[in-house]
């Protein structure tokens, strides 16, 4: 079973940068994708980032490509969502998600395991 925690989440303005760790417990961290998912309100949850168990392996959806990266350290059992050039529609509760699969996926059904969501909010 895994865990996952995220942080980092915050107020920023737009045009500023943010940086999400997620961090994981459990001996299979190391051997799933990694997911980053967002919801904002009224709205369906929106797939952000997802990396394969090497990080080897990325994509991104098309709101956010250019100005996000996402990262993991398997040493340290922590995915991370680097934001930048953030806008007011990037505000959200970002969830990261532990896939059942090696790879990373776009489907929120591919991922067992999420976290508490850290909440981003952007101001104009």
């Known amino acids: 079973q895994v865990q996952l925690v995220e942080s980092g989440g915050g107020l920023v303005q737009a045009g500023g940068s943010l940086r999400l760790s997620c961090a994981a417990s459990?001996?299979?961290?190391?051997?799933?994708?990694m997911g980053w998912f967002r919801q904002a309100p009224g709205k369906e949850r929106e797939f952000v980032a997802s990396?394969?168990?090497?990080?080897?392996?990325?994509a991104y959806g098309n709101s956010v490509k250019g100005r996000f990266t996402i990262s993991r350290d398997n040493a340290k059992n922590t995915a991370y969502l680097e934001m930048n050039s953030l806008k007011p529609e990037d505000t959200a509760v970002y969830y990261c998600?532990?896939?059942?699969?090696?790879?990373?996926?776009?489907?929120?059904?591919?991922?067992?395991?999420w976290g508490q969501g850290t909440q981003v909010t952007v101001s104009s």
């Open positions: 998600a532990a896939a059942r699969v090696t790879y990373g996926s776009m489907r929120s059904n591919d991922y067992e395991y």
């Open positions: 990396t394969s168990w090497s990080g080897g392996s990325r």
């Open positions: 459990g001996r299979t961290f190391s051997t799933v994708g």
